[in-house]
Structures are given as C-alpha cells and as structure tokens.
C-alpha cells in the first residue's frame, strides 16, 4: 500500500525556519514533489527533485529560501524552509510519481500520482 506521510509542521514567525519531512512506503518513486495550498486557493508547487538530487526544481517564490532533499537509504525527502514569510503558509503536502525514462520533473499538481495528508505551517507577521 502506497504511503507519504508528512511531518514538522507547525508556527513560526517571519524570518524563522522549519523542515518538513516525508516519509514514503510502498514504493520508490524517482520524482517526488512538495506542494502547498492557502485557503481558497489552489495547489501550489512548491518543489521537485529526481531520485537524490540529479534534477531539481522550485517555484521562483521559494528560490533561495527553501531546499529540498532525498535520502534514498531511509526512504525520506525533506523540506528546509528558511527566511519564511507569511505568504509561504498553508498547508504542505508531499507527493509522489513514476518516471519512466529521463530525469524530466514537474511542479504541475496533476503530474503526481500519490499524495500525503499534509502538514500545516503558519508563519505570522
């Protein structure tokens, strides 16, 4: 049974950090993906990263600020989330898909297959 389960989560304030983490089982993708939605909007991607690293991707929002990471041996990708701002709250959500051939990534919403439940991170004034 395919499983993402996110963590670390939770409230800071601007400026400050936190580090998502999400745990997979079931599978092993090679493109997973970390996405985030605000209220009453739609989903955002956030950032992309192929196997350990041999393409990455973010959204010009986070460039600078966040960095994502895969550790292959534990099954885990991560989000360090720096410099956060009000605007990056929401909730986050890890995701998940196969590729077949070539290291082609994607921050569409649609692309990915699986998905966490989500982690909230709320970053006030």
């Known amino acids: 049974q395919v499983r993402l389960v996110e963590s670390g989560g939770g409230s800071v304030q601007a400026g400050g950090s936190l580090e998502l983490s999400c745990a997979t089982s079931?599978?092993?993708?090679?493109?997973m993906g970390w996405f985030r939605q605000a209220p009453g909007q739609g989903r955002e991607g956030v950032a992309a990263i192929y196997r350990a690293g041999e393409n990455i991707m973010y959204a010009d929002s986070v460039k600078g600020r966040f960095t994502v990471s895969r550790d292959n041996t534990k099954n885990t990708i991560s989000l360090q989330m720096n410099g956060l701002k009000p605007e990056d709250s929401g909730t986050y959500y890890c995701a998940a898909r196969h590729n077949y051939g070539g290291t082609w990534i994607t921050l569409n919403a649609e692309d990915y297959s699986y998905w966490g439940q989500g982690t909230q991170v709320t970053v006030s004034s």
């Open positions: 079931g599978d092993t993708y090679n493109v």
